[in-house]
């Protein structure tokens, strides 16, 4: 990875991807492609550029002798449900010209799949790495397809393209935009902000997390991972910390007061199709992942860092 292009990057993920990479591999080596949440104290190489846009890819590729693309991309669960024409469109033919660009230029790839390409036909417990694909939600529908495209690309054309299949992610810095999981962000927000929260799905809801920093670290590890170890070519189970949305209020509320109360609305639908845990043992064994945040080190690190940047 000399030259990186980041689609979506000023997504929850690329926001935080974005500077971890420009660290890593230096700020002039990375470039940002966004379309219109370009934040304009951004600091480092960024485009503008509409997806799905083929040629336009084709010329920042060109331009930047770009080697390496982590494609983010994507319309979300619940954002996705609202249109999913527009969401299978947008997910899926861009990913397929990334895909199309990287047989031409010969590129490596990251590319996000998730939990939602599970379904209510999944075990939900401790998930296998290969089990049953059935997804409810037009976004989890794009993940399976997608994962099949990164297989058969790999394959045929012999397109190093590698994925992780993400739980939801937690973050200060970012806002998640349009996933069922993103209650577990939200309630931060609004206990620091007003000392109580509505949540939208029901207490008992069991979901896989993690915390942004294991989830940039996962990324990075695999795009550097020895390709002869890798054995998955679809999407790699990613697993972190799995609680119930009490759980995560109780542990809240050992150091910050907050009233939470449960009203599910069309979220609970797709929560109760996913996973509450994931067996992540092939990810652990073929390129060593680790997580290193648990629940009471995520809540405090999101406590204090929500505080200082609400100024509370
Ligand atoms: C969502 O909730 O849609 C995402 C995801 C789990 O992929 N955070």
New binding site residues.
Partial sequence: MKRILVTGAFGQIGSELVPALQDKFGKENVIAVGNSRIPEDFDGVVEKLNQPDKEGLRGLITKYEIDTVFHLVSL???TGEKDPSFTWHLNMQSMKDVLDLAVEFKLKVFWPS???AFGPTTPRDFTPQRTVLEPTTM?GVTKVAGELLCQYYFNKFGVDVRSVR????ISYKAL?GG????YAVAIFYDAIEKGEYECFVSEETTLPMMYMDDAVKATIDLMEADPAKLTVRTSYNLAAISFTAEELAAEINKTLPVQVTYKPDHRQNIANSWPKSIDDSQARQDWGWQHEYDLPKMTEIMINELKKKLGK
């Fill in positions: 979300l669960s619940a998730s939990i939602a976004y993400y739980p939801g992610i998640p996933g069922t999981t993103d």
